[in-house]
């Protein structure tokens, strides 16, 4: 799948369901001082767990949920390539 198409699909469903929210990662840094990340949005993942079954097997179907699941475990490196960024600055 290339072009826009899967990303607007992707944050069709994320909106209609009421799966986004806002984002803010701080990041902890003795070496490079504390700063934070924020002004983007992310998938809610409590927001996950309420959604029905039916919404969840559509998702799955669709692709959509495999997206959602990498879209939270690339978050998860986020903290890591502010370090790294800001180790490279200094």
């Given amino acids: 799948m290339a072009g826009t198409a899967p990303t607007r699909a992707l ?7 009421d799966l986004l929210a806002p984002g803010r990662i701080e990041v902890t840094d003795g070496a490079y001082g504390d700063f934070a990340l ?3 949005y992310t ?3 409590k927001a996950m ?6 919404i969840l097997v559509r998702m799955n ?4 949920l495999l997206a959602i699941h990498l879209l ?7 903290p890591v ?3 790294k960024r800001a180790a490279a600055t200094h």
Avoid: C, K, W, Y
């Fill in 11 to 17: 944050i069709d469903a994320l909106t209609a369901h």
């Fill in 38 to 40: 924020e002004g983007f």
């Fill in 43 to 45: 998938v809610a993942p």
């Fill in 49 to 54: 767990t309420t959604l029905p079954a039916d």
């Fill in 61 to 64: 179907r669709s692709g959509l």
């Fill in 72 to 78: 939270q475990f690339s978050m998860a490196n986020v």
């Fill in 81 to 83: 390539l502010l370090r």
